[in-house]
């Protein structure tokens, strides 16, 4: 009895241990099925009985004799080492041989032959497989004959060599020769000749091999030119498919077609017939009902990173899902998740209407858990964010305050740009987007919504966002306020409303109304926030991107330059990318590129670049020209060097007049240029010049040379001084970082 008991429980242990690894491995043949053959697996639709079998074309017999048992193909004896669902079987075939001894008389030569099945579904791959032979008095012979043409087809190599010392480790000809086979072949043999019988080699290379190889397979060196004697199989690729209809004739008979469930038929790219494949977010056996499973895409950590809460595996695919009270796609790239406005209040009307008093009280508790949880989550990303950090530096602030720094709320927001809505859209770059919207008070503003930002960089995030409300400069575009309640922050700017210089600079329809005084205004304004930026804001700050996109001319053409201190919001590898893809190339420091040492001249050389593009309204970076042109300031000064500047000056602004100034702020620019950054002026020096330049330019009676030469003088001695003074500021110097950002964005 007891016995009885102990074996029952045991097959019930048995028949529990089978179901469970059944259900954790995909099958792979049909139910009752042989599955494997000693090591080699035997999917559907092969089989290795009548009812296992798609068709008898796919029999493979198991021979048991062998110790592990061996795989073949049909009934006869092709060894087959795997079979593969994407339509291939490797076979192992005996490679030829052709041996000598010393005295130069033939030992043994044979010629190995493989004949596929002819009614089967089967060629020799010709893309995977090649003929190889190998000797260093070597004539290979490949025999084949093609399935569609009763025609036998011929290649061969050969290969001499006279001593080991000059064969390489490659195979080209030189002990080792090789080439492709033809499409379709249903047999081949291999045959081999000696023009010499290996006299005066035989010591390195008594035989001569040849065969064909799975390309992937093989690497040649010279001691093969010995050791394949020992050698006897190698592995070769076989195609196999369906039947010999492509999918587009199965498509009107579909009651033939091998395809099952989620999987689709599929043509080899050379050669009939079809196969059957998974479809995208499955995988499997497609050929067994119900064989292509759901991929559980959520997983695989590459995958669930890309959603910013939560992954949620789906049939065939993957959604990614916010936290409760949240809405949007979740995604990291893509609009991530969203606070609800009133969702809360939503939930309580909804549920609360007409309910008992009981079910009332239900609602209230669940109302307050939910609002209770929702704070929780607000003031997670606040703190996450930084908020507190930025609400105590903003108390504990000091000197003039102009205009309080304002903490906007995530709702807010949400209503200023209609959800953030895709009309909305400003611009996007590598770090995120920007919106236009429009705050309750009617103001107009410009949200940027970064795709991610780094924990390890708040703090300086908060530093810099604290600096940014310190700067009250009416050419910088004004910071007015953050949003810390969301994943990532928000950060809200002034509106600028028309366009950035570049459009100015390369609009044809713009470029007329930008005249020469404009143009000088803007630079001598941009040199003048900057040299603010670098000498005369309480904290040093170094711009990093100065280019005519981040120059925002407003409805006077007053110069607003945007876009800096938010940049610790992207990790600095891939701002250099960004760089580097979108081509601000031509406007990086030289140096700066070379030493990675950041220094205030860097925005000086970038901002020559600006000048250079003013004067002559060409782009920092044209791709599309030839060698000598693409990059604006080698042309630049090529052109200075060789006297031509007059020829690429923008004609529509040049006059009698104005020439002489387009010269002096070509010179200017040189300086700007230079490769060392020490022998480049620096921004207030380069703000002085330019604003001299205006003011003579509305007082044309002091324009003679010796004036121009007096400034030039005083300017010089000025050097000095001021450079002390920087060096001193540079040092304790805040940095603000690149930030990438397309064009029109900041706005
Ligand atoms: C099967 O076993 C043989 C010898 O043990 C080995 O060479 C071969 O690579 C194995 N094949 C597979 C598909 O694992
Ligand atoms: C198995 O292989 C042995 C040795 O090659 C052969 O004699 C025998 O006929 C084979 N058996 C089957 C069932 O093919
Ligand atoms: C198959 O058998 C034939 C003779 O029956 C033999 O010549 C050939 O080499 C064998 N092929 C393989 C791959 O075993
Ligand atoms: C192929 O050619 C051989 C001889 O050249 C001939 O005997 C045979 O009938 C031909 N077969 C076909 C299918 O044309
Ligand atoms: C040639 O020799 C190398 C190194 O011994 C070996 O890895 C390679 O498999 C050999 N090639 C063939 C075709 O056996
Ligand atoms: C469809 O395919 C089946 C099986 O291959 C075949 O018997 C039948 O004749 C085909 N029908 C047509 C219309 O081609
Ligand atoms: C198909 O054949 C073409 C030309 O023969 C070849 O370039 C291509 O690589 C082949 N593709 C495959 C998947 O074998
Ligand atoms: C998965 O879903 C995404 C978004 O819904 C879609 O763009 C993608 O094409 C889907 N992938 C597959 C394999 O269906
Ligand atoms: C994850 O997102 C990246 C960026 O959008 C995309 O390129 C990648 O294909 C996504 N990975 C998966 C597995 O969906
Ligand atoms: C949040 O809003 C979205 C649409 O705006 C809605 O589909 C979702 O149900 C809301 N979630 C909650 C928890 O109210
Ligand atoms: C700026 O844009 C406004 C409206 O878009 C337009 O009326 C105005 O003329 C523009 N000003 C300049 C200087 O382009
Ligand atoms: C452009 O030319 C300048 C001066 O010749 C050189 O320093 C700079 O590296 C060049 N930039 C690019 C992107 O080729």
């Known amino acids: 009895m007891r016995i009885r008991g ?43 009985e009548k009812d296992c079998y798609y068709g008898p074309e796919f029999l493979i017999t198991c021979n048991h004799t062998f110790n592990p048992p061996k795989a073949f193909l049909g009934k006869g004896n092709l060894s087959v080492a795997e079979i593969t669902l994407d339509g291939k079987l490797r076979l192992m075939q005996y490679i030829a041989k052709d041996c000598y001894d010393r005295a130069g008389a033939r030992k043994t030569r044979n010629r190995p032959w493989i004949n596929l099945p002819v009614q089967g579904p089967y060629v020799f791959s ?11 008095d070597t004539f290979a012979e490949m025999r084949g004959i093609r399935e569609d043409k009763n025609d036998t087809y011929m290649v061969g190599c050969v290969s001499k060599c006279s001593d080991k010392k000059y064969v390489p480790n490659t195979c080209s000809g030189i002990g080792c020769c090789h080439t492709s086979i033809a499409k379709g072949i249903k047999y081949f043999d291999v045959s081999l000749s000696s023009y010499n019988n290996h006299m005066g080699i035989w010591e390195f290379n008594p035989c001569s091999f040849a065969f064909i190889i799975e390309e992937k397979q093989f690497s040649f060196s010279p001691s093969n030119l010995s050791d394949l004697v020992k050698v006897s199989l190698l592995p070769i690729i076989v195609d196999w498919s369906i039947g010999r209809n492509n999918c587009e004739t199965l498509e009107k008979n579909k009651t033939s077609n091998a395809c099952q469930g989620q999987s689709k038929c599929h043509d080899p790219e050379n050669g009939s017939g079809y ?57 990291i790239d893509g609009e991530r998740c969203i606070r609800n406005r009133s969702s809360v209040l939503q939930v309580a009307v909804g549920s609360g209407a007409g309910l008992t008093s009981l079910l009332m009280g239900i609602t209230w508790l669940y109302w307050g858990y939910n609002k209770w949880k929702l704070m929780k989550l607000k003031e997670k990303f606040f703190r996450q964010n930084g908020g507190l950090m930025l609400e105590q530096k903003l108390s504990r602030r ?24 895709e009309s909305r859209i400003l611009g996007r770059g590598g770090f995120g987007t920007v919106y236009k919207g429009t705050l309750t008070d009617g103001r107009t503003v410009a949200i940027k919504k970064s795709k991610t930002i780094d924990q390890s960089q708040i703090e300086q995030f908060i530093n810099e966002v604290v600096v940014l409300y310190q700067i009250n400069h009416r050419n910088v575009v004004k910071l007015l306020g953050c949003c810390l309640e969301t994943e990532v922050p928000l950060l809200v700017y002034e509106y600028v409303a028309n366009g950035t210089l570049y459009d100015h600079i390369h609009d044809k329809s713009k470029v007329s109304a930008l005249t020469w005084e404009i143009r000088l205004k803007i630079a001598s304004e941009t040199a003048g926030v900057l040299s603010y930026l670098h000498s005369a804001a309480s904290v040093p700050i170094i711009h990093r991107d100065v280019k005519s996109t981040n120059i925002l001319p407003d409805n006077s053409y007053t110069a607003k330059v945007s876009d800096f201190g938010t940049s610790r919001l992207i990790p600095l590898d891939q701002v250099e990318l960004s760089t580097m893809v979108r081509g601000t190339l031509g406007y990086l420091d030289p140096e700066y590129l070379h030493t990675s040492q950041l ?21 920092a970076i044209s791709f599309h020209k030839p060698e000598g042109e693409r990059n604006l300031s080698s042309y630049f000064l ?54 001299g330049l205006r003011t003579s330019a509305k007082h044309p009676w002091t324009n003679d040379k010796s004036d121009v030469e007096d400034t030039e003088h005083l300017l010089g001695e000025s050097v000095e001084t001021v450079r002390s003074e920087e060096m001193a500021g540079t040092s304790a110097g805040y940095h603000s970082l690149y930030l990438m950002q397309s064009q029109g964005d900041g706005r």
């Not at 491995?25 to 049909?30: W, Y």
């Not at 205009?403 to 953030?420: G, H, N, Q, R």
């Not at 220094?599 to 782009?619: A, N, R």
């Open 599 to 619: 220094t205030d001249k860097s925005d000086v050389y970038s901002f020559g670049v600006v000048l250079v593009e003013l004067l002559t309204g060409m782009k």
């Open 398 to 421: 000091e000197g003039p305050v102009t205009e309080t720094a304002k903490i906007f709320s995530a709702a807010e927001l949400e209503k200023a740009t209609d959800k953030y809505h």
């Open 126 to 136: 010709d893309t995977d497989n090649m003929l190889v032979a190998i000797g260093c």
């Open 638 to 691: 090529c052109a200075l060097k060789e006297d031509r500047l007059v020829l690429i000056l923008q004609d529509c602004m040049v006059n009698q007049d104005n020439i002489w100034q387009l010269k002096e702020v070509a010179n200017i620019a040189k300086k700007c240029l230079r490769v060392k950054g020490e022998e480049r002026p620096n921004m207030k020096n380069v703000a002085m010049e330019l604003e």
């Open 275 to 331: 196969i059957c494949k998974c479809l995208d977010g499955y995988q499997g056996n497609p050929y067994l009902p119900n064989g292509c499973r759901n991929i559980n895409e959520c997983s695989d950590p590459k995958v669930a990173h890309n959603c910013s809460h939560k992954c949620i595996d789906t049939e065939g695919n993957y959604t990614c899902s916010c936290p409760k009270g949240y809405h949007g796609d979740g995604r």
């Open 6 to 48: 102990m074996a029952l429980q045991f097959t019930v242990t048995g028949v529990l241990l089978a179901g469970l690894t059944a259900a954790t491995e995909l099958p792979i043949a049909k139910p009752g099925c042989q599955d494997r053959c000693g090591n080699v697996s035997i999917p559907y639709p092969f089989g290795t």
